[in-house]
């Protein structure tokens, strides 16, 4: 009965036929793509993530070690290298070192993981239910605004959905096929470059339940899935091992230590960072898959969906693995989630569908639309003063925020009087962009940019740079293009520091350092007033 209700959907998706839905997934891809080079130039490097990142990749070509990555000019144990080494390469392709190029590498991962979730559902069902899941995928804010950034997750998306193919084509007939098994392999080694042994969390589960959810005519034995799963398997390690290999004879046995345990086991175990309730990333999903869980329609399609069909199992069981295991590991954070999104937008795309009538317009976007109407109107309230001192002055000019709450309400708009998909899709990616202009025409840009202050300290390398903080993540290393590293003091060291480093300069929250007279530099940064006191 269930399936005679999808079949039916699928028929009554009023003129939302393949060609316009393919029109609706290359207008998403393109807005996507836009968007995220308008995050580029509106924002800064974000710290801590972004600039640290970046800033490692800048070591990278200053040192000249493409094997071990150096923070700080120091070996740095967190990651592996793909990130570092792709940012290397379009400065090599371009010639020139900018933050613009390097941050393009993360939205080129985001286009291929929108673009790969386009493939994969017209692999699985048809080429409509592709095009829509992509544009459910780029429409979704939160893969929008990670898909702009310097981060892996995009980069782990966009492996997880070539792993899924690949992995779709070994086992959709009997035999090896040891292409498509080989291709399975690839996908895992370029997870394990770009952020670890987590890809297999990510692919893992959908390899070890091909039989719940292939087809249970023409897919291989178990035998036959062991023999190629073992070749993707070594092909995943030869390729992996040219890299770890020799980096961990290089780095020593303190980094061969961290690369092979303390990042993958350790953090499973015992987080040393990130640690969380195992219902915290549950209770975060309704901003995860905004705007597309704020429609009924969704809810009235996911109801319909039958678990006989088979493409759908291997979705549910990636997407619900994912979120079962990163619940239960101990470090985590919500972006963890990014490369279960393409799963959840296939997932989704078949509910729309079943939902009822793709090209309706009406209220059904009604709940998603208030939410981003609050949006724009809890910042004109806090830039009109009602909220903290802080955040008032970093939501000025005034203007720039009314246009932001205006935008919002015409996104709320358009959302009601679009077609549903395209409608959301437009309320989710939209809002992005709203946001990106708020952050580039106010003061919360200079307040999380770190070029004053690394441009500082970088006049000042020859007669030494220092900071006072519990933790320094490189936030200056890349804006001020350092080639020599930074001491990182305790608030009693300041003192002895400065008169030892005659010229030098010592960077320091205000509260953290007490010194008689006026610093020669106060600039408000990420959250705090920061002093800048020159060694006499």
Same mark, same amino acid.
């Not at 070192?97 to 692999?123: C, H, K, Q």
């Not at 996104?411 to 009601?416: D, K, Q, S, T």
């Given at each position: 009965?269930?399936?005679?209700?999808?079949?039916?959907?699928?028929?009554?998706?009023?003129?939302?036929?393949?060609?316009?839905?393919?029109?609706?997934?290359?207008?998403?891809?393109?807005?996507?793509?836009?968007?995220?080079?308008?995050?580029?130039?509106?924002?800064?490097?974000?710290?801590?993530?972004?600039?640290?990142?970046?800033?490692?990749?800048?070591?990278?070509?200053?040192?000249?070690?493409?094997?071990?990555?150096?923070?700080?000019?120091?070996?740095?144990?967190?990651?592996? #290298?793909?990130?570092?080494?792709?940012?290397?390469?379009?400065?090599?392709?371009?010639?020139?070192?900018?933050?613009?190029?390097?941050?393009?590498?993360?939205?080129?991962?985001?286009?291929?993981?929108?673009? @790969?979730?386009?493939?994969?559902?017209?692999?699985?069902?048809?080429?409509?239910?592709?095009?829509?899941?992509?544009?459910?995928?780029?429409?979704?804010?939160?893969?929008?605004?990670?898909? @702009?950034?310097?981060?892996?997750?995009?980069?782990?998306?966009?492996?997880?959905? @070539?792993?899924?193919?690949?992995?779709?084509?070994?086992?959709?007939?009997?035999?090896?096929?040891?292409?498509?098994?080989?291709?399975?392999?690839?996908?895992?080694?370029?997870?394990?470059?770009?952020?670890?042994?987590?890809?297999?969390?990510?692919?893992?589960?959908?390899?070890?339940?091909?039989?719940?959810?292939?087809?249970?005519?023409?897919?291989?034995?178990?035998?036959?899935?062991?023999?190629?799963?073992?070749?993707?398997?070594?092909?995943?390690?030869?390729?992996?091992?040219?890299?770890?290999?020799?980096?961990?004879?290089?780095?020593?046995?303190?980094?061969?230590?961290?690369?092979?345990?303390?990042?993958?086991?350790?953090?499973?175990?015992?987080?040393?960072?990130?640690?969380?309730?195992?219902?915290?990333?549950?209770?975060?999903?309704?901003?995860?898959?905004?705007?597309?869980?704020?429609?009924?329609?969704?809810?009235?399609?996911?109801?319909?969906?039958?678990?006989?069909?088979?493409?759908?199992?291997?979705?549910?069981?990636?997407?619900?693995?994912?979120?079962?295991?990163?619940?239960?590991?101990?470090?985590?954070?919500?972006?963890?989630?990014?490369?279960?999104? #393409?799963?959840?937008?296939?997932?989704?795309?078949?509910?729309?569908?079943?939902?009822?009538?793709?090209?309706?317009?009406?209220?059904?976007?009604?709940?998603?639309?208030?939410?981003?109407?609050?949006?724009?109107?809890?910042?004109?309230?806090?830039?009109?003063?009602?909220?903290?001192?802080?955040?008032?002055?970093?939501?000025?000019?005034?203007?720039?925020?009314?246009?932001?709450?205006?935008?919002?309400?015409?996104?709320?708009?358009?959302?009601?009087?679009?077609?549903?998909?395209?409608?959301?899709?437009?309320?989710?990616?939209?809002?992005?962009?709203?946001?990106?202009?708020?952050?580039?025409?106010?003061?919360?840009?200079?307040?999380?940019?770190?070029?004053?202050?690394?441009?500082?300290?970088?006049?000042?390398?020859?007669?030494?740079?220092?900071?006072?903080?519990?933790?320094?993540?490189?936030?200056?290393?890349?804006?001020?293009?350092?080639?020599?590293?930074?001491?990182?003091?305790?608030?009693?060291?300041?003192?002895?520091?400065?008169?030892?480093?005659?010229?030098?300069?010592?960077?320091?929250?205000?509260?953290?350092?007490?010194?008689?007279?006026?610093?020669?530099?106060?600039?408000?940064?990420?959250?705090?007033?920061?002093?800048?006191?020159?060694?006499?």
């Amino acid at each position: 009965m269930r399936s005679q209700s999808l079949t039916a959907g699928i028929t009554a998706v009023s003129n939302m036929d393949t060609a316009r839905a393919r029109s609706l997934a290359l207008a998403m891809l393109i807005a996507f793509a836009a968007v995220a080079v308008a995050g580029v130039l509106l924002r800064p490097l974000i710290p801590i993530d972004e600039t640290r990142y970046i800033d490692v990749a800048w070591e990278m070509r200053v040192t000249g070690d493409f094997l071990v990555p150096h923070k700080n000019f120091e070996i740095y144990t967190d990651k592996p #290298p793909m990130l570092f080494w792709l940012m290397n390469l379009v400065w090599f392709l371009t010639g020139h070192v900018s933050d613009i190029g390097a941050r393009l590498v993360g939205p080129a991962f985001g286009l291929a993981a929108v673009w @790969g979730s386009w493939r994969l559902g017209a692999r699985l069902w048809d080429e409509t239910t592709g095009a829509i899941a992509a544009a459910v995928l780029a429409g979704t804010s939160f893969f929008a605004i990670y898909g @702009g950034a310097v981060m892996f997750d995009t980069m782990l998306a966009a492996a997880t959905v @070539g792993g899924l193919l690949a992995l779709v084509s070994a086992t959709s007939a009997p035999g090896v096929n040891r292409r498509a098994w080989a291709g399975f392999g690839l996908a895992l080694a370029f997870g394990v470059l770009a952020k670890g042994p987590v890809i297999l969390l990510h692919l893992g589960p959908a390899l070890l339940t091909v039989p719940l959810w292939a087809n249970s005519i023409r897919r291989p034995s178990g035998g036959e899935i062991a023999r190629g799963a073992a070749l993707a398997l070594v092909i995943a390690l030869a390729i992996v091992g040219l890299w770890v290999v020799p980096a961990a004879i290089l780095g020593g046995p303190e980094y061969r230590h961290m690369i092979l345990w303390e990042q993958t086991a350790g953090r499973t175990v015992q987080s040393f960072a990130h640690a969380r309730p195992w219902y915290w990333l549950l209770a975060l999903t309704p901003l995860l898959l905004f705007p597309w869980v704020w429609t009924p329609s969704l809810w009235r399609g996911l109801r319909r969906l039958s678990l006989s069909d088979r493409a759908l199992r291997l979705c549910l069981i990636q997407a619900g693995a994912g979120l079962v295991l990163f619940s239960l590991v101990s470090g985590k954070q919500v972006h963890y989630l990014i490369p279960e999104l #393409p799963a959840v937008a296939l997932i989704f795309a078949r509910a729309l569908i079943a939902g009822g009538r793709g090209e309706v317009r009406g209220l059904g976007a009604l709940p998603a639309a208030l939410l981003v109407l609050l949006a724009g109107g809890a910042a004109l309230a806090a830039a009109l003063g009602k909220g903290d001192a802080t955040t008032v002055a970093m939501l000025q000019p005034l203007a720039p925020v009314a246009g932001f709450a205006v935008l919002c309400l015409i996104l709320a708009l358009a959302a009601l009087v679009l077609p549903r998909v395209a409608g959301l899709a437009t309320l989710g990616l939209g809002f992005v962009l709203a946001l990106l202009g708020l952050i580039g025409t106010t003061g919360l840009a200079p307040a999380y940019d770190t070029t004053p202050i690394a441009q500082i300290l970088a006049a000042h390398q020859d007669q030494g740079m220092a900071v006072v903080t519990d933790r320094y993540n490189a936030e200056f290393g890349f804006e001020g293009r350092l080639t020599k590293p930074v001491d990182v003091l305790e608030p009693e060291q300041a003192e002895a520091w400065l008169s030892t480093h005659p010229g030098g300069m010592l960077a320091s929250e205000c509260k953290a350092v007490t010194r008689p007279g006026e610093p020669e530099y106060r600039i408000h940064f990420y959250g705090a007033d920061w002093c800048l006191w020159q060694g006499r």
